[in-house]
């Protein structure tokens, strides 16, 4: 399981680089939950927690669309049977780097929860 949850992260990262929205979604449960500051901050109204797969779609087609240089780069996988804890640096041209975390809850090889921890 260890290895299939590496995996997974692997594809993540490189689904969110290269902006690829199908290839990011594919990782992801029907009713996936997601967690971030950042989506508490642009959509108050969500109170950061979005739900389901056309919610998350919605959230980084429009993140994508705004900020076309975003780019994560991983500075640490740890990984277990059930989760994987991702550190990486959120880069985006012209912005101050963020450092991030981020846990990814698995389950039967998708991703069913994601929280976004970050200052």
């Keep these: 399981m260890e290895q299939l949850n590496r995996s ?56 994508f669309d705004r900020l076309p240089t975003l780019h994560y780069r991983v500075t640490k996988l740890t990984v277990d049977d059930e989760q994987v804890f991702m550190e990486y640096t959120r880069q985006v041209e012209g912005e101050e780097d963020l450092r991030v975390g981020e846990v990814l809850e698995v389950k039967d090889g998708r991703i069913i929860a994601s929280r976004v921890y970050h200052g």
């Design 8 to 63: 997974i992260a692997t594809r993540w990262f490189d689904a969110f680089n290269a902006h690829d929205l199908e290839a990011l979604l594919a990782l992801y449960a029907e009713d996936a939950e997601h967690y971030s500051p950042k989506l508490k901050a642009r959509r108050p109204e969500t109170q950061g927690l979005i739900r389901g797969k056309r919610a998350l779609r919605d959230w980084w087609r429009d993140a």
